[in-house]
């Protein structure tokens, strides 16, 4: 099972890498973001400071983040993220980072 679905996901690469990249460049636009390398797997603020403040104010509304043990605070960055769901994301640390 886990080799089909791995071979699915093949299939899509480009089209998922794309997805991620898409995603990342729209929080990098708004937000500080710390610089991933090309794949952007991962959508990590660049902050230090208040990650745990600004992580508890996203839970309260729905929006699921992770502290990074080297700092910073990654955000959704799913390949199936609306551009809804991105701006909700962008609004919400975009007025705690102002």
Known sequence: VN??????????????KAAKRRIWGRYDAML????????????????KSDEGTL???????DIETRIEPSGGLSLPCS???????????????????R
Not at 3 to 15: D, F, I, N, S, V
Not at 55 to 61: G, N, T, W
Not at 81 to 86: A, Y
């Open 3 to 16: 080799a089909a679905l791995g071979c699915a996901q093949m299939e899509r690469l480009a089209e998922l």
């Open 32 to 47: 500080p973001m710390k610089a991933r390398g090309p794949s952007r797997w991962m959508a990590t603020l660049n902050i």
């Open 55 to 61: 992580a508890a104010e996203l839970s309260a509304q």
């Open 79 to 97: 390949t199936g993220l609306s551009e809804t769901d991105q701006d909700k994301v962008i609004e919400a640390c975009g007025v705690f980072l």
